[in-house]
């Protein structure tokens, strides 16, 4: 089946419109002996056909939602996504337009993101947003290549902690291997113990940035002004990525002093979705905005006198700035910007603080009760929000298996990228866990050791 | 088209004016930009800048454009008006625009008035 | 008739969505870290649902109408790629959740990997770009890192024809390469002499767009491919015009070395006022083992009763990761859906109809309108929006009045090379009806060019906005509707 609405007929006319005979016609120019390949391919279904055939590869996986009980983060979270989020998202007007280049028929996608940015700037203290990045790991590198642009490429290091998300940092690497960025602290063997104070020393005069995260990849919280004022002494900006949902409850970045602060949208109201369609936000002060990369909603009026919102700065972008850009990025996140702004204005400053309270206290629950069971402990002693680690008797991996053959879709394993952590596993709680969820959880850790 | 007689052009739009050292965008190249809403000097007090060197980085509601040094030379002074007020390259580019001054220019190889009014006039048409 | 923001529709104490009270003991809250205030806005649910609907009316879409941007692909969505991506056992699966929980999103990952492969011809592809400039970065990272892994790190510059798309030129920048711009020659394809002389040993590769942003498919590819490969380079394609070669050439088998697929643009993933896109991209075999990690392969290979077991694995010098997690998985859902649905031949008449619709309103516009470079087009083709008769007529002012007649403008001011360009991309979802009316009124505006242009230069007069100021918004920059207590300072 094809969505493909000619007749016969009307194809016929439009041809001798053209003043060919066939439609074979008009790809004379295609290199005869590579034109029309062959292609294996499966033949075409119907929309029922389709529909079983991703309804069974869908029924391949176990979910969170119907058939797993998760305690897994890391990067991407289930939170409660309010009925009304979708219904919004499914409307034709948002989700089958175009990048708002005309603002006359585009006022629905600019007002739109014009929120988004606003609600982005009061969850973070910030001054400015942009409409949006891909994701929370690409917005660190992005904010890498904005540092290395203000500096004007006289200053190039960067400086990330080694508690920033690793595919984050593993994503930084890539982004500046062209350009001539030097990377200081990407170290998993470093001392993980250690506060924001160990970056201290590898901030020197050729600094850019420093990037950290909060709450960082261990799930620990920490104040991180005195970091910020030191940077700041020698020249560098601050960049951290954060998690916003911490952020209802969590002391915001903007008070800290940080220059730059970005991060995964998906905790508001994407789902997980294997990991996209995500959200990567990113804001800084009214002073770095001309070296923000990504389009700009600002307010305006029409010759008509309304008020109205159009893409402003954009002589800043790849398609007038070509190779000069700061970055390539055209395509952002647009709809996942809308779930977001939708998911902020249905919970509202009352919901999200109760969001953000109950994965606060849940997670302090069960970290808790992990912690009596024997053989287990708390990695670390910093207050932490949604997510701890937690040091296992046994291997991460097997402890997961035995989860999950009870149903349970059991922490991060953080062995994986940091040699020092063996046996430790990053668990993580939100709103969606119910205390006889945890207490089972826990009461499977327990057995575990035991077996 | 406004192109005074005291001063020297280039062909990427630039003017110098020997008298003072002061250079900047001519008012062809501002109105090709139309309006200007943000000017970045990219150079310092101090630096020595080549001729051909990008001095400055312009962006208007429609279009971006460098500025290029009309001269070598060191340079003794950046405007620092203008990241404030980009606008006023666009209503006075000769005056309040100068961008950076410099000490020790040899004017050699740019266009004169005449010369300039001609060349812009061949790109209108 | 303006809505009001979501801070303006705030009343203090209301809430659109209340959770469940804590069912475990209060742990103490760290009084140090917490924030003083969180300035979100209260409503409750049906004024958000009213507000976003409201502004929802404000918006063209393709499923409002034709929507013929060039080089964007603005094909109709299906349905039913809403609702396969939205299955809970995708919607709700967690990117790091253990393979074998997972076998149905990997079967259908690299499914997608094997059917884009073969759709194009190359020998490897990854899904985790996030969009076609993500896609472009990687593709000139995997470029960049080929030559050095060769021992041959003196190649530096990307050469780019002057019709590309800002985003080449940007994303060669982006890996610290020196753009050369190529010209076009007369009949609109790129010029051979300037192209060999700007190939030497320190040429990195050649980024093609094919068909160009011209909507013209270069008569010399081959020898445009020979002449970069002779100087050692390699050639990157730019898919966004893939639409109008599909089941018609494989970009590999006419000697691309890497290309990036847009699947919100050929592949009808919707493109949600802005994004997610989705840009995997496909490589040659010598290409292979420097793409991003991880890619989906099999780990353990299946039997006749089982089937093989789905994992991750990471080619041999890959250039690493360029993004979390595995890419834009929703939008890999969509693609699926939609390539099983046509199958070859389904695929080839999306070529074939699109390239039919771009033909048949060149001929309708052709005598009215000029067309820079009449040739039978792709699936797009450039008109000039300007007519001697009609001084001060801009195609801005063209684009602006077809909003009157209930059709979203073409691109305008792209490519660079044409004087007051209007690029027109029907895409093959749409009807002869359908495009006899766009005809129709760009005809009609032709004429109201010449006899009345003040109908031109006011235009859009029936939409629920005019045109914008837009040197107060950049001037006076207004980018949030909350302000903090210390912005400005």
Known sequence: MTYIPHSPKERDAMLAAIGVNYLEDLFKDIPAKHRYPKLDLPPALTEMEAAAELGELASGNENVQSDLVSFLGAGAYHHYIPAAVDHILRRGEFYTAYTPYQPEISQGTLQGIFEYQS???????????????YDGATAVAEAANMAYAQFRGKRSRVVISPTVHPQYRATMRTYIQGMGMELAGDDPNANLDAGPEALESLIDDNTALVIVQYPDFFGRVYDFAKLIEIAHARGALVCMTVNPTALGLLKTPGEMGADIVVGEGQPLGIPLSFGGPYLGFFTTRKQYIHKMAGRLVGETVDNRGQRAFVLTLTAREQHIKRERAISNICSNEG????????????????????????????????????????????????????????????????????????????????????????????????????????????????????? | MNIPTNLKYTKTDEWFDPATGAMGLSDYAQGQLSDIVFVEIVVSTGETVAPGKPIASVESVKAAAETYASVGGKVVAVNEDLSGNPEILNTDPYVKGWMVKVEGAQASGLMDAAAYTKYCEERVH | MTEPTIYELSSPGRTGVTFPVPDVPLAKLPQNLLRKELPLPELAEVDVVRHYIALSKYNYSVDDGLYPLGSCTMKYNPKINEDTARLPGFAYTHPLQ??????????????????????????????????????????????????????????????????????????????????????????????????????????????????????????????????????????????????????????????????????????????????????????????????????????????????????????????????????????????????????????????????????????????????????????????????????????LDVAKRLMDYDFHPPTNYFPLIVHEALMIEPTETENKRTLDAFADALLKIADEAKTTPSLLHEAPHKTPFGRMDEVKAARELVLCCWLPEDYGD
């Not at chain 1, 609600?119 to 990045?133: D, K």
């Open chain 1, 335 to 451: 709809l996942m910007a809308l779930a977001a702004a939708l998911y902020l204005s249905l919970l509202g400053q009352t919901g999200l603080r109760q969001v953000a309270e109950l994965c606060y206290h849940k997670a302090h629950y069960a970290a808790e009760q992990i912690s009596k069971i024997k053989g287990f402990s708390l990695c670390f002693d910093a207050p932490f929000f949604h997510e701890f680690s937690v040091c296992c008797p046994r291997p991460v991996a097997e402890l997961n298996d035995h989860l999950l053959e009870h149903g349970i879709l059991g922490g991060y394993d953080l062995g994986q990228d940091y040699p020092a952590l063996k046996d430790h596993m990053l668990v993580t709680v939100t709103e969606m866990n119910t205390r006889a969820e945890i207490d089972a959880l826990v009461e499977i850790l327990a057995e575990a050791d035991h077996d």
């Open chain 3, 98 to 395: 253990p393979v074998e929980t997972v076998q149905g999103n990997l079967a259908l990952m690299f499914t997608l990997q094997e059917w884009l492969k073969e759709i194009s011809g190359f020998a490897a592809l990854t899904l985790q770009p996030a969009a076609g400039a993500h896609g472009e970065l990687t593709g000139v990272l995997i470029m960049r890192a080929y030559h050095r892994d060769r021992g041959d790190p003196k190649r530096v510059r990307m050469l780019i024809p002057d019709s590309a798309h800002g985003t080449n030129p940007a994303s060669s920048a982006m890996s610290n390469l020196e753009v050369v711009q190529i010209p076009s020659d007369a009949r609109g394809n790129l010029d051979l002499v300037a192209l060999k002389a700007a190939c030497d040993d320190a040429t990195v590769g050649l980024m093609l767009t094919n068909p160009n942003t011209l909507g013209l498919f270069d008569e010399h590819l081959e020898q445009v491919i020979k002449i970069v490969h002779d100087c050692g380079g390699l050639v990157y394609g730019d898919g966004a015009n893939l639409n109008a070669l599909l089941g018609i050439l494989r970009p590999a088998d006419v000697g691309f070395d890497v290309m990036h697929f847009n699947l919100h643009k050929t592949f009808s993933t919707p493109h949600g006022g802005g994004g997610p896109g989705s840009g995997p991209v496909g490589v040659s075999e010598k290409l292979a083992d420097f793409l991003p990690a991880p890619l989906v392969g099999i780990i353990e290979e299946g039997s006749d009763e089982e089937p093989p077991l789905f994992g991750f694995v990471t080619p041999k010098k890959s250039i690493g990761r360029v993004k979390a997690f595995h890419g834009h998985f929703g939008m890999m859902v969509r693609t699926y859906t939609y390539i099983s649905m046509h199958g070859p031949d389904g695929l080839r008449k999306i070529a074939e109809y699109a390239v039919l619709n771009a033909n048949y309103v060149k001929a309708r516009l052709k005598g009215v309108y000029t067309v820079p470079f009449d040739r039978i087009c792709m699936h797009e083709f450039v008109v000039e929006g300007q007519w001697a008769e009609a001084p001060g007529i801009r195609a």
């Open chain 1, 119 to 133: 609600l982005i700037c009061a969850l973070t203290g910030m001054e400015v947003s942009n409409a949006s990045h």
